[in-house]
């Protein structure tokens, strides 16, 4: 594996627990699992991707619990499809915690060295090259290089070669790669400045703390998380006079004088590009977050830049609490190299170079999550090719895991990629809290699931399905303390004994609201919850599923390989060139190719013979 970032950590482990030898490079193993960006771990769909991971046997969900500082549950006021779970994380104690883990995991050696080159014969994998000229030969490799490929940090008129954090890059990696055919592009991501806490007057801004107990991970029970403490994140917003000075000084901005080539994030843009995109809005809300129980360090999210330095105190020192504040890091933006990801195959294995894989950042995508799932599944795969295995594929029905992956693969990105609960079409399938039930069968299939957890997770199963079986059957007697709490609540009063279930079908009415009328109540808050979506949406979920497996029929539709799609007549000569391109293995895969068209696809069904 190159790299120990959350893509690699996830592969290196995966591969280790499942029996290969592993060794895990990176440049600086005192930034193993570092947070170069937000201290969070979760947030609107990046907190599926958590709960699925750990459902197959990652590590972020169980390292997240452990080192959490505050715990919310985002859209807790929308539907269950949308709930996101996000943890402030302590930065220090994630890195020691999972620096440990990789440390005392059998079949696995940590090794810090900068890669600089992949050795390929007769087109597969067969070792890489250190910085020292040290070659290490190998089956696979993964490469999860993150942001340090080529790595240019700029900060106002200054640009110099580097890595996050001031860490070094990694400037002859991707020189190899290009010198084996393949593609890459340049990517740019930014970050704000971190203050010093004594001197921010905390009281001026808005506290917010943390409102749930769910934890990311089946083996982190509730009790455990509810040791946790709870340090408040504020809330603060910019005004007038930093808009104005921001604008006084686009150009001097990299980004407006083209200094920046690099492509960023559309959904994490830095405030100088907010200000201008909407410059009808009066103020942007930024959340002021803690980095760590043992720091003073804060961490001003939506305040990232890339201004010169002058400029980021002029602009800190308008917001409210902020006027004497003291930036302990600067805000920068860091350009990068990257590949296309079109050249990966859903295993995330290079299709012109067997046994050579790639994770994270590297393929793509921005976010600790998005990077630390692709590791998961390039990790379980490049051990189950080895091991002459099945591999693990993950469609778009059954996890954001499988979305995120194949809307890499099939249509590539042309910016940082970031998950969202909005690019799956079965949100209400793919919740958080059915991840486990998605998921650790296939965790269990290729040995990342032990029996004993996998028994636990059954067990847990027939809980959930004994609590809704307790729930059709158990009446609620109906009484005037009821009836004032079902008013009060919005929804109308009883006037005769309700089955639970049929009352738990109101959208008002939730386990919470009724504890005291329902005394034959004994599972934990885990269960009930999972119990009442899958009553309250019990319709909408059978519908979903239904059109899950319609769409699997035509996943399940499998491409012969090696077809040449420019001999097929009828097709059109741009879905030719895409097809011959991208070598989709189903009409399912075929049919999401932007330029292969619905006529396309039935030319295609009529040459398979269907
Ligand atoms: C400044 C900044 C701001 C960011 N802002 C955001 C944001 O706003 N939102 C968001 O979602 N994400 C953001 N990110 C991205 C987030 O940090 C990454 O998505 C995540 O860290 C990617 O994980 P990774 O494992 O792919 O790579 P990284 O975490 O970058 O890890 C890469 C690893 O590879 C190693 N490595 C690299 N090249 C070599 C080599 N040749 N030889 C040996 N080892 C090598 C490094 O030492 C490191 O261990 C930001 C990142 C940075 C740097």
Do not use: W
């Amino acid at each position: 594996m190159v790299g120990a970032g959350h893509a690699g950590i996830e592969a290196a482990l995966a591969s280790a627990r499942l029996g290969l030898d592993t060794i895990l490079f990176t440049m600086n193993l005192d930034s193993v699992g570092n947070m170069p960006c937000n201290p969070s771990i979760g947030g609107t769909g990046k907190g599926h991707l958590v709960f699925e991971i750990d459902a197959l046997g990652g590590e972020m969900g169980r390292a997240a619990d452990l080192v959490t500082l505050q715990n919310r549950m985002l859209n807790s006021g929308k539907g269950p499809a949308v709930h996101s779970k996000r943890v402030q994380a302590d930065r220090a104690a994630y890195h020691v915690l999972m620096k440990h883990t990789l440390e005392t995991t059998d079949n696995l050696r940590l090794y810090q060295t900068e890669i600089t080159d992949v050795l390929v014969e007769n087109g597969a994998v067969s070792g890489v090259v250190t910085a020292l000229g040290a070659v290490f030969e190998c089956k696979a490799a993964i490469i999860c290089a993150g942001t340090y490929l080529n790595g240019r940090v700029i900060v106002g008129e200054h640009a110099y070669p580097s890595g996050p954090d001031g860490l070094l890059p990694a400037n002859s990696l991707t020189a190899s790669l290009i010198s084996l055919g393949i593609k890459t592009m340049r990517f740019k991501t930014g970050t704000p400045p971190r203050v010093l806490k004594s001197s921010v007057d905390l009281g001026k801004l808005e506290i917010q703390h943390g409102d749930t107990d769910i934890p990311f991970s089946a083996l982190t029970d509730e009790e455990e998380l509810a040791k946790r403490p709870d340090i408040p994140c504020y809330i603060v917003y910019t005004n007038e006079k930093t808009h104005e000075i921001i604008r006084s000084n686009l150009h001097r901005s990299p980004l407006f004088s083209g200094m920046i080539e690099g492509v960023g994030p559309r959904y994490c843009p830095s405030i100088e590009d907010k200000v201008v995109r909407f410059a009808d809005k009066e103020r942007h809300q930024l959340f002021v977050e803690p980095l760590g129980e043992n720091t003073e360090e804060l961490y001003i999210q939506g305040f990232s830049s890339s201004l010169p330095a002058d400029v980021q105190v002029q602009m800190l020192h308008t917001l409210p609490g902020f006027e004497h504040a003291l930036i302990m890091r600067q805000a920068y933006a860091i350009e990068y190299d990257c590949i296309d990801p079109t050249q990966l195959y859903p295993t995330l294995e290079f299709k012109d170079i067997s046994g050579l894989y790639g994770a994270g950042q590297f393929n793509g995508t921005s976010g600790y999550e998005e990077a630390a799932a692709q590791g998961l599944i390039a990790g379980i795969n490049a051990a189950l090719k080895i091991k002459g295995e099945e591999p693990l594929i993950l469609s778009r029905m059954d996890a954001y895991i499988g979305v995120l992956i194949d809307d890499l693969v099939m249509k590539g990105t042309n910016e940082p990629y970031r998950i969202m609960t909005s690019r799956s079409e079965y949100r209400l399938i793919l919740r958080q809290d059915n991840a486990d039930e998605r998921l650790t069968p296939e965790g269990y299939r290729v040995g990342l699931i032990s029996e004993e957890r996998y028994e636990k997770f059954k067990e847990k199963q027939r809980r959930i399905e004994a609590e809704i079986q307790r729930a059709e059957l158990t009446t609620v007697k109906a009484s005037d303390e009821l009836n004032r709490v079902l008013e009060e609540a919005g929804t109308a009063p009883l006037s005769a004994g309700i089955r639970l279930a049929e009352l738990l079908r109101r959208p008002q009415v939730t386990y919470g609201l009724i504890t005291e009328f329902d005394p034959t109540r004994t599972e934990s808050k885990r269960i009930l919850q999972c119990a009442q979506i899958r009553i309250k949406y019990e319709g909408y979920i059978k519908k979903q599923l239904a059109a899950a497996e319609r769409q699997k029929k035509l996943e399940n539709k499998k491409i012969p390989e090696g077809l040449d799609y420019s001999k097929i007549p009828g097709l059109r000569l741009e879905a030719q060139a895409k097809l011959n391109a991208i070598r989709p293995k189903s009409i399912g895969q075929a049919a999401r190719i932007s330029g292969v068209s619905p006529a396309d696809i039935s030319v295609l069904l009529i040459r398979l013979g269907e």
